[in-house]
């Protein structure tokens, strides 16, 4: 699909019972996608996870959404993407495996966003050419609080990656070693 807004939707996928071609257990799913936005989208997959985009590219913005309590997937996957991501007022917490994972070919922006209590490897994972973060809480999760790669750089602020009950609160490499740190509590 091209050019879609998602505005006010609510998807509670629980059917354990998919076994097509095309079929899906994540709640909300896009391949081979350009331009998506979602706005004050609820999603959650009982055998999935709550979103999902895989081979997209242009931009994808995630507003005001949440992805909570996927009892056996990630509360936002974004794979192999070629574009700009955005997330704003995002919830994806209490996730049976990590609250967000994002692999972005491009600059991936976090804001406001909260990722915590997830049982997966990290709260919150993003491999990406930037990363921007401010105001976002990556707390209390089962292993690690986040993971974060940049080829370029990665700026953090105002921020918290905390309480990871068996692991570290934030690990971030940048291959040009260019990482800013201002009012991170870890």
Known sequence: VQDVELDTVMVDSNDDHCNGTGCSKDAIYFEDSTNI?????????QFGNGFYSYRGDGYLSLIDSVFDDNIRGNGVLVM??????????????????MGAY????????????????????????????TIG????HVDDNTYNGAELYAYQWIQ???SSFSGAEKGG??????DTDYILIDGLTA
């Open 37 to 45: 936005k979602l706005g004050a989208v609820n999603a959650n997959s």
């Open 80 to 97: 192999s993407h070629d574009g700009p991501v955005y997330l704003d007022g995002v919830s994806a917490s209490d996730n049976k495996k």
């Open 102 to 129: 994002i692999a972005n070919q491009k600059g991936v922006t976090i804001v406001d966003s909260d990722f915590n209590k997830n049982e997966g490897e990290f709260g919150l994972k993003v491999d990406a050419e």
């Open 133 to 136: 973060i401010s105001d976002t």
């Open 156 to 158: 953090i602020l105002t």
């Open 169 to 174: 609160g934030l690990n971030a490499l940048s």
